[in-house]
Nanobody
Framework: QVQLVESGGGLVQAGGSLRLSCAAS????????MGWYRQAPGKQRELVAR???????NYADSVKGRFTISRDNAKKTVYLQMNSLKPEDTAVYYC???????????????WGQGTQVTVSS
């Protein structure tokens, strides 16, 4: 089956940087868009950044100029470089991928288990 495994979260001071990684594994024929979402306590999950298979990106207004999303298609991995972190960036960050499973032969959305990012003031 398909798995998305995230890494790179942790605790950082305001102004610091973190890099998140998410690797997709399993029976995968093709991957369309990949992205990162986040959910803070008491809030809805929101899009942080998204990247298509062709490299087109879009970002939430709150992270533009501070976060950069990239992907390595050969490694089936998406990255999120987060700079100038703020306390309001504190959340659980989830990896997302829209991909074609080699088992079901359907395009479906898959999610990682989430990784905690905490920014102290």
């Amino acid at each position: 089956q398909v798995q998305l495994v995230e890494s790179g979260g942790g605790l950082v001071q305001a102004g610091g940087s973190l890099r998140l990684s998410c690797a997709a594994s399993g029976s995968i024929v093709s991957i369309n868009a990949m992205g990162w979402y986040r959910q803070a306590p008491g809030k809805q999950r929101e899009l942080v950044a998204r990247i298509t298979s062709g490299g087109n990106t879009n970002y939430a207004d709150s992270v533009k100029g501070r976060f950069t999303i990239s992907r390595d298609n050969a490694k089936k991995t998406v990255y999120l470089q987060m700079n100038s972190l703020k306390p309001e960036d504190t959340a659980v960050y989830y990896c997302h991928a829209n991909l074609l499973s080699g088992v079901t032969m359907f395009w479906s959305d898959y999610w990682g288990q989430g990784t905690q990012v905490t920014v102290s003031s």
